[in-house]
């Protein structure tokens, strides 16, 4: 196991918001998170990644607790893409770059160059190199922050909502590329998704978050009609088209 989640609970001072949040990922997989608007999916990611001090609770990753670690340790061991970021007069080299900060102690070495330039070839960012932030469009920057997290090579990606602002194509490419890297690399990924059929085709398990706790977790098998009802309050019917589940609403 990668990543060892065990009863966590976060509230604001006017609001209670996760609780009793345990689970694991193990070394390759995907984690998508799901829920309807304001259960806590982003505030569970930040809990993860130490931007927020949960009030209960423990993260390990790797078997070490996040909350003892020094900040570029903790750099090296989760790379996080929120929904907001970036500084617009930074180049898309050179926020990618900056995913190598944990790594460079007095200078840029080549390994830092060398990864960046795979990792925006990777990412089809290669003529965008020398673009400032604020000359992309907003699938073009979503592209270049979640490069940034995985020149971090670290052993854990979080990454909040990654394909909002994805065209058909690019969301199926990057999360191609996300599951590809999670798989050769033998990292994990946890993704906060609203597609949930989006979720099917990539996740490789699936939490469901009702009320500010887990609902229902695992593989496939969590995917049925009841249980999207419940968490959505919305009818749906599951279809098969071959092996793949499709959720379509009624
Ligand atoms: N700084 C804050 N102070 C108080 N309450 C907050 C703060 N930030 C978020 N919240 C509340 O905490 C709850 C969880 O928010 P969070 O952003 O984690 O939800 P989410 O599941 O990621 O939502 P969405 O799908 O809309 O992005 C919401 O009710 C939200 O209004």
Known sequence: MILDIQGLAFKYPSRPVIQNISFEVQKGECLAIL???GVGKT?????????????HGVVLVEKEEVFKLSRPELAKRIGYVSQRQGNPRYTVFDTVLLGRKPYIKWDISS???EVVNQVLALMDLTDFSLRFLDE???GELQ??????ALAQEADVLLLDEPTSNLDLKNQYEVLRIIKDVVQSKQI?????MHDINLAIRFADKFLFLKQGEIFTAGGMEVITARNVESVYSIP?????FGNVPVVLPL
């Open 35 to 37: 829920g309807t608007n």
């Open 43 to 55: 505030t569970l990611l930040k809990c993860i990644n130490r931007i927020l001090k949960p009030q």
């Open 111 to 113: 390994r830092d160059l």
């Open 136 to 138: 992309l469009s907003g």
């Open 143 to 148: 592209k270049v922050i979640i490069a940034r």
């Open 188 to 192: 994990a990924a946890v993704i906060t």
């Open 236 to 240: 749906v019917c599951v279809e098969h």
